[in-house]
């Protein structure tokens, strides 16, 4: 990487956001270091080696119903049956014996099937008198109502693989196999900050002129996250030399640095400038709305993103570029956005011309149809148009306008995470 290797002059064309995208993810490295966790401190972090299987799941033939464990073969004659019942097999307390011709076993859920029987009857289906069951029901065939060893996972399965980030139902699927701990990879160490004279921390009062640093907080919430451990660096004064200082601090702590405000081609911005010097640095004004400049590069051995100071330009431009680079340098395995597409209650405006992430509000109409409302007023600034909203919907560079009824991409915020 060159300094100001793109676009960085202001007539030159802009970067596309695939490009961009592309560019960042081809770049940033795949963490290696890993850390043995138990399963309860696991849920978020990301697997470094495949989990396999140690046991059968479930490990026994057992009964999917509350029921009775009988032989298909005793069971379609026409007219009613009768079977005796010999014993129970309860979940944890197996039945000790054998089903013979003309028995049965009370069984429950999960209870382990008796040998000699092959099916389960459902106990809505039987009249119960005293030792003796009898029925109507035919059609009973051997594995009814029966959950057979091995059908959800068999020992030896690779569960899930590497790059795998656990979620509630991994975490459980990996004690279904009485897996204990697990190898991830270590958390990823952010150090961030803002830049800007004009900004003052929340809960002090605003001088003139000044405004509370948002930026910050929304990176820490969009940075809480169980794969990451953040430093917050406070608020830097558009100074050459605290600038500097800030980003020496940085990279010795981290592995990844975001900033924020000075990005831009003004007079106080000296983000991009102090990474040239002291890093190796891209500047690129990206052909996206909001969020257009973007400084990308290196630090000593960090990562580095100076997003654009803008509120709503810092968190459309982290989400679309810097958390899938955390994803990938945290050694998950990549993924394209979730897009779906839902048709728009309303026009939109857009001009040709740059990728626009607009805010949006998907919702299910009276006729019980998924569509994507807008949030309103759209500038960088307005930070209600992203705390209303649900999703980004993704209008395309050359889209010059949506109208209601149109179809339209949408990115559920559930994907951002
Ligand atoms: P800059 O990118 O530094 O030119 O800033 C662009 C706009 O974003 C200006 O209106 C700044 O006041 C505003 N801004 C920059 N940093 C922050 C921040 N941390 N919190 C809220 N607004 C900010
Ligand atoms: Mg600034």
Known sequence: ????????????????????????????????????????????????????????????????????????????????????????????????????????VRIMTGAVMPDGADAVLMQEHVERDGDNISFSKTGISAGMNVRYAGEDTRRGDTVLDAGTRLSAAGIGLLASVGVSEVSVTRRLRVAFFSTGDELTGVGATLAPGQIYDSNRYALHGMLSNPAIECYDLGVIPDQREAVRDAFRQAADMADLILTSGGVSVGEADYVTETLGELGEINFWRMAMKPG?????????????????????????????????????????????????????????????????????????????????STTGLQGSHVMHSMSRANCFIHLPAECAGVAAGEQVDVQPFQDLY
């Open 1 to 104: 990487m060159t300094a100001h290797d793109c676009c960085a002059d202001p007539k030159q064309k802009l970067l596309s956001v695939a490009a961009g995208r592309q560019r960042i993810m081809d770049a940033v490295p795949v963490l290696t270091a890993t850390e043995q966790l138990h399963l309860k401190s696991a849920p978020g972090r990301v697997l470094a080696t495949p989990v396999v299987a140690p046991v059968d799941v479930p490990p026994f033939d057992n009964s999917a119903m509350d029921g009775y464990a009988v032989r298909s073969a005793d069971c379609n004659a026409p007219g009613t049956t009768q079977l005796a019942v010999t014993g129970a097999s309860f979940a944890g307390a197996p039945f000790d014996g054998a089903v013979a011709e003309g028995q049965c």
């Open 292 to 372: 257009k400049p973007l400084a990308f590069g290196k630090l000593d051995k960090a990562v580095f993103f100076g997003l654009p100071g803008n509120p709503v330009s810092a968190m459309v431009t982290f989400y679309q570029f810097v958390l899938p680079a955390i994803r990938k340098i945290c050694g998950e395995t990549p993924r394209e956005p979730l897009l779906i597409q839902v048709r728009c209650a309303e026009d939109l405006k857009k001009a040709p011309g740059r990728m626009e992430f607009q805010r949006g509000i998907l919702h299910t109409n009276s006729e019980g149809e998924m569509v994507v």
